[in-house]
């Protein structure tokens, strides 16, 4: 055996992968340091124990014993988190992602990433990992090591702005007594209260912590953290929200935050999570005695601002911001994490939800993941926006991202969709990568940088988030003794298993029968069980809870497909069957172009709801919908409720609104190329005029067809 220096003279990411070169840990081709080892080969066990820089060779029995309690651990570490499906490519992903886990942990903290970006910062999304796989130690233990971060005795005498013109004011400038550097700001380092750093970690810490809490439903540490949550909500306020219009601003506080900027603007994403912050926070007080108000207030005036602000009605979807200055423009074009953080953070309601996730089907760039051998190409990956030109951190492939915004469909309750994009991100990253099983920051489709480090922390944190909250659906509320488990499975699926520190759960479906066996590990025990499960036919025989028949209710606004909920109470264990009857629920989507348009709804209809104003008179008579499209051109949807059986939903039609007539032109050519699309039912006859100058008379364009045009250039 042979040990020496390492090629690479300088490393920048510690030799990750994307950062540094491929070859970085070979032996150069002349070492200088070169050791020898011998090392006999027989038939006999033979152990090598790099330490310090230093091969060892121990002896047998003490290689056998270290290697055996090196295998214990690693065996404990992945069965933390361990899931059985149909889908082969899926069911190493629990432990992949418990092993990529436990390589951010430094005993005190998350990391950031386990190679390249093995730094300590307090924000960003790692700190989910511990309460959704069951580690709920190592998050309390993250927890106090921030909070005792948090600045507590510098008050804020330095009034806004406080921008720092050497850096033409896009950080603050770094003093203390600054809103931004002052009581409630929590510092990058466990237990050091004197650094600055211009992100705002807090937002997503606290996030994290709510998060915990609800996990837990632990009110003795919320008693024993509320005054350091108390600090981080004046904080945030004083710093983002100082006209308290209830629209915040967003500095350096999400993962994309390197080249993002909104200049004091209105910004949805950090909006977002200060509604789901305070709302949380009103709940916390309540149960500890103190007085919700102010969070409760806050809560209602940020939902209000963002829906009358942000919410872009004609379109279906949350603006990225709003400008606070100057004409204070409206920006529509959303980037993903818009619509995930709104989605995750509860400000949409079922309709604005699914319209939002539209809006990612059809302004988002979307790449087919695909692969020598690999049958299976319905999957795919997204990037995080369509805006140009690229910049780094603005306009990425990132499997956090990707992960985050699949999580978000699972929330929507369109379930196939979210498969179909979490499963693109896990084929590419574990599976058509680099390194078996990483999980990237960044994807080999990323333009710029290609595939980029090893186990970068937001994307294991959204990734273990996806597959338990998402697809698995478990969702917890024990601060209010509660346990929601709502499946995400695609319809295929016969059988499912998870199993976590949290619970072990197995579905079965035989026929028209569903099986659900349910072992909760909670640190509370009189938590009672909700159950929201998707219809997979039009009526229920019946529904059986540990053998007690269990009557159920319909889910009043459901979009696609209908969903049951019952309630399973509290046990240790549940053995849960349900009995479908009736006709099999079709959950194809509904999609219409044109400009005028007659549809039949295949099911008993009722009222339509048009939230885009997309039609004008609009008649839903025998189940027939009829009315003139008069919305702006684009991806729009109008819902239609039905009754298909014993169920009642939404039905979501998607209408393509074209213009009359589309040109479509060649830009590459160097002469004038360009095709005229006809979109409309009727032929099209005129005559073609390019610069006031008649090119070419009487042409005709039949329904729904193209012409063809060349002109040389100058014309």
Not at 397 to 405: C, D, M, P, R
Request: glycine letters at 6%; one cysteine or more; hydrophobic letters at 35%.
């Amino acid at each position: 055996c042979y040990i020496s220096e390492i090629r690479a003279k300088n490393l920048s990411r510690n030799g990750d992968m994307g950062a540094d070169r491929a070859d970085s840990f070979d032996a150069p081709q002349l070492p200088k340091e070169q050791k020898h080892y011998k090392l006999s080969l027989d038939e006999t066990t033979a152990y090598i124990v790099v330490e310090d820089q230093e091969l060892r060779l121990p002896t047998l029995v003490e290689g056998t014993s270290l290697y055996d309690k090196s295998e214990k651990w690693r065996s404990e570490i992945e069965s933390s988190l361990q899931i059985s499906t149909p889908d082969p490519y899926f069911n190493p992903l629990g432990g992949a992602l418990a092993a990529a886990a436990d390589g951010i942990w430094d005993g005190k903290i998350w990391l950031h990433g386990a190679i390249g970006w093995r730094s300590q910062l307090n924000g960003w999304r790692a700190a989910y990992i511990g309460d959704f796989i069951g580690w709920h130690d190592r998050a309390r233990t993250h927890f106090d090591s921030y909070a005792a971060s948090q600045v507590t005795d510098v008050p804020a005498t330095i009034p806004h702005p406080t921008q720092d013109t050497a850096l033409h004011l896009a950080r603050s400038v770094k003093k203390w007594g600054t809103p931004h550097y002052s009581n409630g700001y929590i510092c990058r380092t466990p237990y050091r209260k004197d650094q600055m750093h211009h992100y705002d970690m807090n937002l997503v810490f606290i996030d994290q912590l709510l998060w915990h809490l609800k996990w837990t439903g632990d009110l003795d540490y919320a008693r024993e953290i509320y005054p350091a949550l108390q600090r981080h909500f004046t904080w945030e306020k004083k710093l983002f929200d100082p006209d308290n219009d209830g629209l915040y601003d967003a500095y350096a506080c999400i993962w994309a935050s390197d080249a993002l900027q909104y200049n004091g603007g209105k910004v949805t994403h950090s909006t977002a999570y200060n509604y789901r912050a305070n709302k949380i926070m009103a709940e916390i007080s309540e149960k500890l005695g103190k007085d919700p108000s102010i969070y409760k207030k806050e809560a209602e005036l940020i939902l209000s601002a963002i829906n009358k602000e942000l919410w872009i009605k004609d379109k279906g979807w949350w603006a990225e911001f709003k400008d606070n200055m100057g004409n204070r423009i409206r920006h529509d074009n959303a980037a993903i994490w818009t619509i995930y953080h709104a989605i995750d953070s509860d400000i949409h309601d079922p309709f604005k939800a699914y319209q939002a996730t539209r809006y990612i089907d059809t302004e988002i760039p979307h790449i087919p993941v695909m692969g020598k051998g690999l049958k299976d190409t319905a999957n795919y990956v997204i990037s995080t926006t369509n805006w140009q030109p690229y910049m780094w951190s603005i306009n990425n492939v990132a499997f956090g991202e990707i992960s985050h915004t699949a999580l978000a469909y699972w929330q929507t309750g369109r379930y196939e969709e979210a498969f179909k994009m979490f499963k693109g991100a896990v084929l590419d990253a574990m599976y058509l990568g680099s390194g078996p099983g990483n999980v990237p920051q960044l994807s080999f489709y990323d333009a710029a940088r290609r595939e980029t480090y090893r186990d970068f922390a937001d994307g294991i944190a959204t990734g273990v988030r996806a597959l338990v909250q998402g697809m698995y659906g478990i969702m917890p509320d024990l601060i209010n003794n509660r346990l929601t488990i709502r499946p995400g499975f695609p319809d295929d699926w016969n059988f499912a298993e998870i199993e976590t520190q949290n619970m072990a759960y197995t579905f079965e479906r035989k026929g028209n029968i569903e099986r659900y066996s349910i072992t909760p590990n909670l640190l509370k025990k009189d938590v009672s069980l909700s159950m929201e499960i998707k219809a997979i036919r039009n009526k229920i025989k019946s529904i059986k809870v540990n053998g007690k028949d269990t009557p159920y209710t319909l889910l009043t606004t459901t979009i696609l497909s209908p969903e049951i909920k019952f309630e399973a109470g509290i046990a240790d264990k549940y053995d849960i069957t349900i009995e479908w009857d009736g006709e099999k629920i079709n959950r194809d989507m509904i999609s219409v172009n044109g400009s005028q348009f007659r549809l039949n709804i295949p099911y008993k209809s009722g009222k339509i709801y048009d939230p885009q104003n997309v039609l004008r008179h609009a008649n839903l008579k025998n189940d027939i919908l009829t009315g003139t499209i008069t919305a702006q051109n684009g991806h729009r949807t109008v819902f239609v409720n039905i009754t298909n059986g014993n169920m009642n939903y939404w039905l979501p039609i998607d209408i393509n609104v074209n213009n009359p007539l589309d040109i479509v032109c060649d830009s590459e050519s160097s002469s004038l190329i360009f095709t005229l699309k006809n979109n409309m039912d009727k032929v099209i006859k005129g005559d073609l005029y390019i610069n006031g100058k008649k090119v070419n008379e009487n042409i005709n364009i039949e329904a729904h067809g193209k012409n063809n045009y060349e002109f040389d250039i100058p014309i």
